[in-house]
């Protein structure tokens, strides 16, 4: 049968063609898809803005930032298609579209600046700053961001600002007292430490602070009168009676503080550690004093709160066993805590120590048989 060169050159005429059509569609596809990909999504209704901020707001409370933060953006995107004074529903009352931009604007530049993103942080604040400049929450946050570089000076500015405003702000009043306490105006960052917990008597939770913002003016309120008490060990002259009464007082003020701040926020460490620190000074003090007059018994009760405040510390039960075992003549009492430290630290004078006192106190035992 002789080869059809005709059907041939159709047959590849076909290929051909059919190879055209399939890269013309295969470009035409393509270009279909980068410009869908390449298309902003479409925004949803501005009626969900508020929503989108409610959960976000939650999530905010619970310091998951990310989602928080997401969602503060979907918020942002929504009310991008609505009128500046279209209300906006939010925890059962009506905002504007402005203010609830500047809502989100602003806690997107918290979250940045709780994760030390400073240049984002301080261009999302700008973009709050637009909206309504003089707002105390704008002027707070850059406070902060100022204090953050350095700028002590404009970060005292705009906490001031914010006190002008609101001479209530408790967390205004704090942060002015820790600028102040850290240039060492004791006396001023005092004054305003106390005035930050005269304006949170709710212990109101804060995000971006550890714990409420009257527990923490408590802390620091005893740190500052810790460093004030430290400058008289310092005078270059004999103590007179109002210095000595002086020290007493802030040592006093000092413990005093502490004492509200566990009471009221148990769970912060710090609080019991400062408290254990100025206990033992307390207790120190004491038991040098003059002989006549040296207070044993009042340094026992003092290692007895140092104990109830952390049941494993060593110093304080030893402390009480050497009180009680020397002074107090209670040698029963003094092999309970030699006991306890050696419950806590196995350590062979310790057990030396135990030894010890089970045998006066066993003497002792028969001797009143």
């Known amino acids: 049968m002789p080869f059809n060169t005709k059907s041939l050159f159709s047959l590849r005429s076909w290929l051909l063609y059919a190879e055209v059509l399939a890269v013309i569609g295969f470009v035409v596809l393509a270009a279909l898809y980068i410009r869908r990909g390449s298309a902003d999504p479409e925004p949803p209704p501005s009626s969900q803005a508020g929503t989108f901020i409610e959960k976000a707001d939650a999530l905010f409370e619970k310091q998951d930032l990310v989602d928080a933060a997401l969602l503060y ?13 279209q209300s906006v529903p939010i925890k059962g009352r009506s905002q504007s579209s402005s203010e609830a931009r500047l809502h989100a604007n602003l806690r997107i530049a918290e979250i940045y600046s709780h994760s030390s993103w400073l240049k984002d942080a301080k261009a999302r604040l700008a973009h709050a700053a637009r909206i309504q400049p003089e707002h105390s929450g704008v002027r707070l946050l850059r406070g902060k961001l100022f204090r953050d570089e350095g700028l002590l000076s404009e970060a005292t500015e705009e906490f001031l600002a914010v006190l002008k405003q609101d001479p209530h702000h408790a967390e205004a009043h704090y942060l002015l007292g820790v600028l102040y306490q850290g240039s060492k105006q004791y006396k001023s960052a005092a004054e305003y430490y106390s005035s930050a917990i005269e304006h949170d008597p709710d ?27 430290l400058d008289y060990q310092f005078l270059d002259r004999e103590f007179t009676d109002e210095d000595v009464a002086e020290v007493v007082r802030l040592e006093s003020e000092a413990i005093r503080l502490l004492e509200e701040a566990h009471k009221k926020y148990p769970e912060m460490d710090e609080v019991v550690n400062d408290l254990v620190r100025l206990l033992f000074a307390r207790a120190v003090s004491l038991e040098r004093e003059d002989i006549e007059t040296r207070q044993y018994a009042d340094a026992l009760r003092v290692y007895e709160r140092i104990v109830e405040l952390d049941p494993r510390e060593v110093r304080a039960l030893e402390r009480m066993g050497e009180i009680y075992a020397s002074f107090l003549g209670d040698k029963a009492a003094a092999l309970e805590m030699y006991r306890k430290v050696y419950e806590i630290e196995p350590h062979p004078t310790v057990l030396a120590n135990v030894k010890s006192l089970e045998e006066d106190v066993a003497a002792e035992m028969a001797s009143e048989e």
């Open 203 to 229: 212990l109101k939770e804060i995000s971006s602070e550890k714990a409420p913002i009257g527990i923490l003016a408590r802390l620091q309120l005893s740190r500052t009168y810790a460093k004030i008490l």
């Open 73 to 85: 953006w979907q918020a942002l995107q929504t009310l991008e298609t609505s009128g500046e004074d």
